[in-house]
C-alpha cells in the first residue's frame, strides 16, 4: 500500500560521503518512525538511524556523528547523509515506515565502500 523508493547509494572511497534518499508515495508526516537499516553479507539486519515523530532522533553506536537522518517533508522524502564512510558500511540499505501496527519497506539501495 505505502511504497518506498531509495536511491543514492553507489561506490565510494573510504572518508567520502554519500546521502540516501527515500521517498515515500504519501506524506510523511503520517508516518510515527522512520529509519534506515542495513544488512551485510552474512550478517544481521541492524537499525542504522531512526526519527520518531515529534523530531526525536537515535542512532546506532557505531554511526553516531557520521551520519544523519533527515526529511523534506514537501517531497516526502527522507534522507540519511553518510560521512567519513568505512568499509565496514557496505551494507544494502533500507528504508523504514511505520504507522501504528504496519509495517512498510523499500527494496534497497547498495552502498559499497573501497579502501
Known amino acids: 500500500q505505502v511504497q518506498l523508493v531509495e536511491s543514492g547509494g553507489g561506490l565510494v572511497q573510504a572518508g567520502g560521503s554519500l546521502r540516501l534518499s527515500c521517498a515515500a508515495s504519501r506524506s510523511i508526516f503520517s508516518f510515527n518512525v522512520m529509519g534506515w537499516y542495513r544488512q551485510a553479507p552474512g550478517k544481521q539486519r541492524e537499525l542504522v538511524a531512526a526519527s520518531i515523530s515529534g523530531g526525536r532522533t537515535n542512532y546506532a553506536d557505531s554511526v553516531k556523528g557520521r551520519f544523519t537522518i533527515s526529511a523534506d517533508n514537501a517531497k516526502n522524502t527522507v534522507y540519511l547523509q553518510m560521512n567519513s564512510l568505512k568499509p565496514e558500511d557496505t551494507a544494502i540499505y533500507y528504508c523504514?515506515?511505520?504507522?501504528?501496527?504496519?509495517?512498510?519497506w523499500g527494496q534497497g539501495t547498495q552502498v559499497t565502500v573501497s579502501s
Open positions: 523504514n515506515a511505520k504507522i501504528f501496527v504496519s509495517d512498510y
